[in-house]
């Protein structure tokens, strides 16, 4: 019998899996290892978020919502994006949930992309923004950013990137894997590059509520720019939510519309407990925010201080909760210093590499964990690089 090759799309088998997974892979099936990997905050769910899904059960509310999400939610976050970021959106037509903030970028660059557009990915970056644009048709054209400019996109960077193909542009702030924080000014720039070439912005703003030293600034709040914006945030790491699996996408009437569309066949709805979860934790949960966001702050001075004093470069994030170190003192490639301390040290980082060319010779490591776990994981890395300076 006649069998074909492949009943797989190129496009899918053309894709690389995730640089992340292999090493909690590895980490897994090891006892004692201290994981620096996982991109999720080491808080749990307020207990009043949680309460207000189990009361959701109880209640009976196990259906649908409408497409876009509970009203009730939409108009929440209506008024936490003006009141906090000065960026208005109409709950009614302009805000739609989602399962988390992967599945908002997804159907975000499917809405918007055609065959052959371009689309400039800021690296280092998220491993899945280059996939996602591949998968909607896309071509990804990367910037990679510098580590003595703390990794910060520049205008003139953006520029040379920038050809007639150019569709959009795709930033994250405060960013992983690097923790770098595009400030006012920053941002002002690149947007009057956007606006002069006619171009559209996605904003991955996931991390927006842990910038620490000059507050998050949207760039849809910028003159000009909040018709150009698609705008996502999500619940996973400023309120510890990301089990609940529930982002949200601000845009303008006009590109809300056809996202809508494509949520609808692929989605019906993100999930309802969640929902009336999220209801509850912006209503009263902001306070316990502020008091993670203080916890982060503490132990990034600590970790960033001591990888520096260990030799190992590191410029201090001002958001998100990863330190992104140079490991250049060992001679290690990303991969081989990942690997190695994994199995000699038992400490699990990312290898900067899986992050775009520019992450190569660095590691992201992420703070959200305890104190002891952090304390504990600096005397292995800094016997480590003891042991493997000069290699």
């Not at 400019?149 to 205008?155: I, P, V, Y």
């Not at 969640?274 to 702050?297: C, F, I, P, T």
Request: net charge negative; aromatic share 8%.
């Amino acid at each position: 019998m006649t069998t074909k090759t492949s009943y797989i799309a190129k496009s899918v088998e053309n894709l690389k899996p995730s640089g992340i997974r292999r090493f909690f892979d590895l980490a897994a099936n090891m006892e004692g290892v201290i994981s620096l990997g996982v991109g999720e905050p080491d808080f749990i769910t307020s207990w009043t978020v949680r309460e207000a899904a189990i009361l959701s059960l109880e209640q009976g509310f196990t259906s649908y919502t409408a497409n876009a999400g509970l009203l009730e939610l939409r108009e929440k976050i209506s008024g936490y994006m003006k009141n906090g970021y000065g960026a208005e959106y109409d709950p009614n037509t302009e805000i739609i949930l989602t399962t988390g903030a992967s599945q908002a970028l997804d159907i975000s660059m499917r809405a918007i992309i055609d065959p052959g557009d371009e689309v400039v990915v800021v690296e280092p970056g998220f491993v899945s923004y280059v996939p996602l644009v591949q998968l909607a048709g896309g071509t990804p054209v990367t910037v990679e950013t510098k580590p003595e400019n703390g990794f910060k996109l520049t205008a003139e960077e953006l520029e040379e990137a920038i050809t007639e193909r150019t569709k959009a542009v795709l930033l994250c702030s405060p960013n992983n894997p690097t923790g770098t924080v595009l400030e006012r000014e920053n941002l002002e720039e690149i947007a009057e590059v956007i606006r002069r070439h006619d171009l559209v912005v996605l904003s991955d703003e996931i991390y927006s509520e842990l910038a620490y030293d000059h507050g998050h600034v949207s760039i849809a709040s910028l003159s000009g720019m909040r018709d150009r914006s698609i705008v996502i945030n999500g619940f996973s790491k400023g309120f510890a939510m990301t089990g609940w699996r529930l982002g949200f996408i601000c845009a303008p009437a006009e590109i809300a519309a056809p996202l809508l569309k494509i949520h609808q066949y692929a989605m019906m709805c993100a999930s309802t407990p969640a929902q009336y979860a999220a209801v509850e934790a912006l209503d009263k949960g902001m306070e316990e925010v502020m008091e993670m966001k203080r916890s982060y702050r503490h132990r990034r001075h600590y970790f960033v201080d001591s990888l520096n004093e260990m030799g190992l470069g590191c410029h201090l994030p001002g958001g998100a909760f990863y330190a992104f170190p140079s490991v250049a003192k060992t001679g290690l490639s990303s991969e081989e210093f990942a690997e190695k301390l994994l199995m000699e040290e038992k400490v699990a980082v990312v290898p900067g590499n899986v992050f775009g060319k520019g992450g190569e010779g660095h590691i992201r490591c992420s703070y959200a964990s305890s104190m002891e776990q952090l304390q504990e994981a600096v005397k292995r890395m800094k016997r480590f690089v003891e042991n493997h300076s000069g290699n």
